[in-house]
């Protein structure tokens, strides 16, 4: 497994990283075939897990905590807060109030005295950064954290943290973890671009695109709506009869046919695709049986030529996200009509 450091920390990462949300009540519910899957990777050569509170309500972690004993000095470990735990008001969020008391169950449930890599997981509107920025420089100057990133940050709100990081003297996002595939590529244009030029290590999450690039659905009729699932629950990233989606299938039989051409199979095109990106660290895997991963792993390596990369362009232009929704954050200003009329 190859391996890159992670922005200007000195830190070296395996450019595959293992994404935990589907361990626990949100996927694989078993959590010893989990932490035999966490074990795996981590034989594989993968050094580098990231985790959060929120996946599965904090069993996620628990889970990740059970798979490191013992193993907890060759992992880079990451996890994130911000995202509501439940419907208490002040339950997520930068607050101070708020990370402080979670980076304390973070740890409990991790069985660990230190974070390595402490994301804020969604900008905050309520919070000022300055005020997370000066909670987060606290966790790491007390040992509890090493260093700490964002996580799906639009680019002006990556700036504007590193201004107020130099200026108010804190400590200040060393890395950035946006979506990025070949179907949702509007990171390129401004995004990674700013992590560029602060220094910052970027992991990315989704380079499937949620299945759509796994060679699960070839055609219309492969999008089940009414069964269970992801699809169902996310209809407006999947309804093929919405427009947005259905330039996504388009797309997806033309990167199919591309890979065929190139000798390999879809989801290592993706993966090699995104890890393409010279602004790239690490790209995330989010396995939920230990069959995805095992499939997934056998394409570290992978790199893909001038010509292929060229094709990928034509298909799904630089900067594209086919369908907006899957960018994952809609600015406040356009999610609240009340901050838009007086």
């Known amino acids: 497994m190859k391996r890159r450091i992670l922005g200007g920390t000195g830190i070296s990462v395996s450019e595959y990283a293992l994404g935990t949300m589907m361990f626990g009540g949100l996927g694989n519910k078993d959590h010893d075939e989990s932490v035999r899957i966490i074990h795996r990777a981590l034989d594989a050569g993968i050094n580098f897990v990231d985790t959060a509170d929120v996946y599965s309500a904090g069993e996620s972690e628990e889970i990740v905590g059970k798979a490191l004993k013992g193993r907890r000095d060759e992992v880079v470990l990451a996890t994130k807060a911000g995202l509501p735990m439940d419907e208490e008001v002040n339950h997520g969020g930068g607050s101070r109030r708020w990370l402080v008391r979670q980076v304390e169950s973070s740890l409990r449930r991790l069985g660990t005295d230190h974070i390595d890599l402490y994301q804020v997981h969604r900008p905050d509107p309520r919070t000022d950064i300055d005020e997370t920025l000066s909670a987060l420089t606290d966790l790491v100057r ?162 893909l030529s001038e010509d292929v990369l060229d094709r990928i362009d034509e298909i799904v232009p630089p900067g594209t996200d086919l369908n907006p929704a899957d960018n994952y954050f809609v600015p406040p200003a356009l999610a609240d009509k009340a901050l838009r009329r007086r």
């Open 142 to 303: 007390a040992g509890k954290v090493l260093a700490v990133g964002s996580s799906t940050f639009p680019a002006e709100q990556i700036v504007e943290a590193q201004w107020v990081a130099e200026r108010r003297g804190h400590v200040r996002f060393r890395t950035e973890q946006p979506p990025y595939s070949i179907l949702a590529r509007g990171v390129e244009a401004a995004v990674l671009p700013a992590t560029q030029k602060y220094g910052m290590g970027v992991l990315t999450w989704g380079p499937l695109s949620a299945g759509w690039l796994s060679g699960k659905y070839t055609q219309a009729a492969d999008i089940d709506l009414a069964s269970p699932g992801r699809a169902a629950v996310e209809r407006h990233k999947f309804d093929p009869s919405l427009p947005e989606n259905a330039r996504k299938l388009q797309a997806v039989g033309e990167l199919t046919k591309l890979a065929e051409e190139a000798g390999l199979p879809l989801p290592h095109l993706a993966l090699g695709f995104v890890l393409a990106h010279p602004a790239l660290t690490s790209v995330i895997l989010g396995p939920r049986t230990m069959e995805h991963l095992d499939g997934l792993l056998a394409g570290a390596g992978t790199v």
